[in-house]
């Protein structure tokens, strides 16, 4: 495995961009043309993220056909080419998307938390890791949602929109809960309760990564 250290460089500048943007553009993307532009956005995701953690071209070539292959799929159900879709062909690209996500978090916070300078982009990584941690657990909610439409009070896949369960993950990694949506299954109360705790301690750690860093170069200074 390649190292991700650039020294100098913003290599998560764009990955904060791309991530910002699908969260953002997410309310408008939605029935026809906006449900392509979705699932070519999350594509571009994906690519991005596999392109900032410096794998091998075998590596990431493989790991973009496999991402091109969930997106396929997506797309198929999106514009109605399988009129009866399986459980398990509709459950393929949120478990890739969750695998992505759950593999570029750690390849990302291994490359920050062991960084000895804080700069701007172990900030931008920072967060970037914050925003993929929602988005990871939002595919988790999906999954789980799949598998049993009553894990959760209201239904958070509408067609092919992911609005419902981006929102209801920010706003349990965020502990903010509005209360709109509530778990219902066991696996749902773990998953949810799981969020939380990793929300708070991730935003803990970071600061203290962060403060620490810039006491060391005043210090050095």
């Known amino acids: 495995m390649k190292s991700l250290d650039k020294p100098h460089s913003l290599k998560y500048r764009q990955l904060l961009a791309v991530l910002v943007i699908t969260f953002v553009a997410s309310p408008f993307l939605t029935g026809g043309l906006g449900s392509i532009l979705s699932a070519l956005l999350l594509l571009y995701t994906m690519i991005v993220i596999v392109m900032s953690l410096q794998l091998p071209k075998l590596w990431v070539g493989g790991y973009v056909a496999i991402a091109t292959t969930a997106f396929t799929i997506q797309l198929s159900a999106t514009m109605g080419w399988r009129a009866n879709t399986s459980q398990a062909l509709s459950l393929f690209p949120q478990v890739i998307f969750a695998l992505y996500f759950g593999a570029a978090i750690y390849w990302i916070a291994r490359d920050i938390f062991t960084t000895r300078t804080v700069t701007a982009d172990t900030v931008l990584g920072g967060i970037s890791i ?44 965020t502990t903010l809960g509005y209360g709109d949506i509530v778990p219902i299954s066991n696996i749902a109360l773990v998953l949810t309760n799981l969020e939380a705790i990793t929300g708070q301690m991730y935003s803990t750690v970071l600061i203290a990564i962060l403060v620490g860093g810039y006491l060391s170069r005043s210090n050095e200074g």
Not at 142 to 162: C, E, K, M, R
């Open 130 to 173: 914050y925003l993929m941690i929602g988005y990871l657990w939002a595919f988790l909610y999906g999954i789980v949602t799949t598998l049993n439409g009553n894990a959760f009070s209201q239904t958070l896949l509408i067609g092919d929109s992911y609005l419902r369960v981006f929102h209801f993950s920010f706003t349990t990694l």
